[in-house]
């Protein structure tokens, strides 16, 4: 999973720093392709690969003081040598689900959960169909119906945004 996008980035940047660039096509790694690669890593029980693309998008933004988004240069990893991914949009519920559902497809419930409680925190996305089924997964999973507090929280708050934004427009 991740090597392919390491190879796009790679040969984002080769292009990006060579001077003939009239002659050369090249594909910047943007949210579609991160999450296409966190389904990939999710359809192949690669989870924990699937949150590390998502941290790794989410930690090449941050958000201005006046709301807009900007790119900021990440620090470059350790041995990496890697320069960041450049800018792209941000991670969205779907990008969000796809490591929920991976985390949840792998037995990791509790991590599933935190990956909808991130996004719903964070603003990310809105409440749907899917969220709801992976939250409702996630607590069927967990084999305790005690934790019907944690999951109403997040169906809430997921609720609660998505009447947000729909006033809002």
């Given at each position: 999973c991740l090597d392919l996008l390491e190879e796009m980035m790679d040969e984002a940047s080769s292009s990006s720093s060579s001077s003939s660039s009239s002659s050369s096509y090249s594909v910047r790694p943007n949210v579609v392709s991160f999450t296409t690669a966190i389904v990939a890593c999710g359809k192949a029980g690669r989870w924990r690969e699937a949150l590390e693309l998502l941290r790794r998008i989410e930690n090449d933004y941050e958000i201005a003081a006046d709301g807009h988004e900007e790119w900021r240069e990440?620090?470059?990893?350790?041995?990496?040598?890697?320069?960041?991914?450049?800018?792209?949009?941000?991670?969205?519920?779907?990008?969000?689900?796809?490591?929920?559902?991976?985390?949840?497809?792998?037995?990791?419930?509790?991590?599933?959960?935190?990956?909808?409680?991130?996004?719903?925190?964070?603003?990310?996305?809105?409440?749907?169909?899917?969220?709801?089924?992976?939250?409702?997964?996630?607590?069927?999973?967990?084999?305790?119906?005690?934790?019907?507090?944690?999951?109403?929280?997040?169906l809430r708050a997921m609720l609660d945004e998505h009447e947000h934004a729909a006033s809002s427009s």
């Open positions: 990440a620090p470059r990893q350790e041995g990496n040598g890697r320069a960041p991914l450049g800018p792209m949009q941000q991670p969205n519920a779907f990008t969000y689900s796809a490591v929920a559902k991976a985390c949840l497809a792998a037995g990791e419930w509790s991590r599933a959960l935190r990956v909808l409680e991130d996004m719903v925190a964070k603003g990310r996305g809105t409440m749907d169909v899917v969220c709801c089924s992976i939250a409702m997964s996630a607590w069927a999973a967990s084999g305790d119906p005690q934790r019907h507090e944690r999951i109403l929280a997040i």
